[in-house]
């Protein structure tokens, strides 16, 4: 059992910087790929990064590519999401995902999620 709480959101404006956390419970931690999700008002929930549980591999969306940055310390049984040079369409609740499962990419692969961190980007 993985237990995730995401830290760090807020109220940011545009170009500027915040750092989410994504702490977790649970011995296996380091077991998990985890992925960071966002969701905007009347819209879906989407893809944003994802790292390997060894922190080897990173992928990002697109749209994000450049800008934020995953990592995790396994030590601390925690990833991170630094979001540089944030844009309105950046405004989302943040959620943190964890999974076994090698299909990182699907939502419906990921085993554990947060309750979900709100970030707002003002123009």
């Known amino acids: 059992q993985v237990q995730l709480v995401e830290s760090g959101g807020g109220w940011v404006q545009a170009g500027g910087s915040l750092r989410l956390s994504c702490a977790a419970s649970g011995r296996t931690f380091s077991s998990y790929t985890v992925g960071w999700f966002r969701q905007a008002p009347g819209k879906e929930r989407d893809f944003v990064a994802v790292?390997?549980?060894?922190?080897?591999?990173?992928y990002y969306q697109s749209s994000v590519k450049g800008r934020f940055t995953i990592s995790r310390d396994n030590a601390k049984n925690t990833v991170y999401l630094q979001m540089n040079s944030l844009k309105p369409e950046d405004t989302a609740v943040y959620y943190c995902?964890?999974?076994?499962?090698?299909?990182?990419?699907?939502?419906?692969?990921?085993?554990?999620w947060g309750q979900g961190t709100q970030v707002t980007v003002s123009s």
């Open positions: 995902a964890a999974t076994l499962s090698t299909g990182w990419g699907f939502m419906e692969n990921y085993d554990y």
């Open positions: 790292i390997t549980r060894s922190g080897g591999n990173t």
